[in-house]
C-alpha cells in the first residue's frame, strides 16, 4: 500500500520559514518522481515545485529564489524548504509520486500551510 504523509505545515507571519516533509512508503522511492503542489481556496491545484525525472528541478515562478525542494532517497522523503513566505502562499501542499512509464501518481492528503499576521 502506497503512503504518503506530509508534515510541516503550520501557522506562520509574513517573513517567515516552513520546511515541508513528505515520507514515502510502499514504493521504490528513488525511481519515482517526487513534487509539491498546492491548492488555494477557491483555486486550481498548481505545480510548487518538482524534480523531473532526470533529477534537475523545476518551481512555479511565484516560488523561485524563496523555496527549495530536496529529497532523501535513503529516507524515502522528500522537503520543501520555504522562505520568505508571503500571505499568497497560504494553502494545501500536497505531496506527488509519479512514475509515468506505469502510469503511477500518487497523492498525499496534504497540510495546511497558513502565512498570516
Known amino acids: 500500500q502506497v503512503q504518503l504523509v506530509e508534515s510541516g505545515g503550520g501557522l506562520v507571519q509574513p517573513g517567515g520559514s516552513l520546511r515541508l516533509s513528505c515520507a514515502a512508503s510502499?514504493?521504490?522511492?528513488?525511481?519515482?518522481?517526487m513534487g509539491w503542489y498546492r491548492q488555494a481556496p477557491g483555486k486550481q491545484r498548481e505545480l510548487v515545485a518538482a524534480?523531473?525525472?532526470?533529477?534537475?528541478?523545476n518551481y512555479a515562478d511565484s516560488v523561485k529564489g524563496r523555496f527549495t525542494i530536496s529529497r532523501d532517497n535513503a529516507k524515502n522523503t522528500v522537503y520543501l524548504r520555504m522562505n520568505s513566505l508571503k500571505p499568497e502562499d497560504t494553502a494545501v501542499y500536497y505531496c506527488?509520486?509519479?512514475?509515468?512509464?506505469?502510469?503511477?501518481?500518487?497523492w498525499g492528503q496534504g497540510t495546511q500551510v497558513t502565512v498570516s499576521s
Open positions: 510502499g514504493i521504490i522511492f528513488s525511481i519515482y518522481t
Open positions: 506527488n509520486a509519479r512514475w509515468v512509464v506505469v502510469g503511477d501518481d500518487y
Open positions: 524534480f523531473t525525472s532526470g533529477g534537475s528541478t
